[in-house]
C-alpha cells in the first residue's frame, strides 16, 4: 500500500498524513489522520469546562457501567487496538489501550472526571468513537505529521528539557522532529496551553479501524472546540 500524500500545514479538513515506507510495508493499514482546529470558546483550554461539556461527560459516565466496561475489549474497534499494540510490542493488559484506560479510571472514580476544556473534549470524542484524538499547539508543528521510528540521538520535541529518545521507537513527527510517541506521550513545549488558539489534532487508525471513524472523532473535537 502506498503511502497517502503528506497533508499541508494548517489543512482543515481531515487528511491522511505520510508513513515511513518501512512502516507501511509492515503495517499497511496503520494511518494518522489530522486536521486544525481553532479554539472559539470564550474559556481557556486549560479551563474550566462549560456547563454543555460537563454534561456530556455526566451522559457518557451513565452509559459506562460495569457491563460494558467488561465487554469493552471484544468490541471490534477497542479489539483492533489491542491486536495493533501486540503488533508494536505491546502487551494491551499491562498498557492498555486508550479507550480502556479512560473506561478503567471511570470504574476506579464512578464517574469521568472533568479535567479542564481541551481534556475533556479530547476524553467524549474518544468515548463517542472508542477512537483517541491528541492535540498539539499548531504553531509549535513544522510541517505535516506522519509516523515513522525515531532514530539515534533524537529527542522528544524541540525544547530545551526534550526527553531523549532510544533509537526504533515509533514516533509521531513533523518534518523536525519526534512530536509525540506513538500511542504515548507528547513533546513538552509542544502541546497547547491556556492561551493556544489553533491547535492540530490527530488520531491514529489501524487495521479494522475505517478511516471515516477517525474522521469523525476529529470531527467532534472541532465541533467542541469551535463552538462560540
Known sequence: MTAQPPAEPGQREPTVGWCAPELAEELPELRLISCEALTMRPQ?????????????????SNRFGGARAIGLRREPLPAAYRVFFRQIGLDPDAVPTPIEAAVHERMLRGEFRTAGLLDDVLLI?????????WALDADAVDGPLGIRASTAEERLGRSADAPALPAGRLVVADSSSPLAILFGELAPGHTPVAATRRLTLFSIAVAGVPGLYAE????SCRAALEQS
Not at 486549560?46 to 456530556?56: E, G, I, L, Q, W
Open 44 to 60: 481557556a483550554l486549560t479551563s474550566a469546562s462549560p456547563s454543555d461539556v460537563r454534561a456530556r461527560l455526566r451522559t457518557f
Open 125 to 133: 470524542a474518544l468515548l463517542d468513537t472508542t477512537i483517541p484524538v
Open 216 to 219: 469523525e472523532a476529529l470531527w
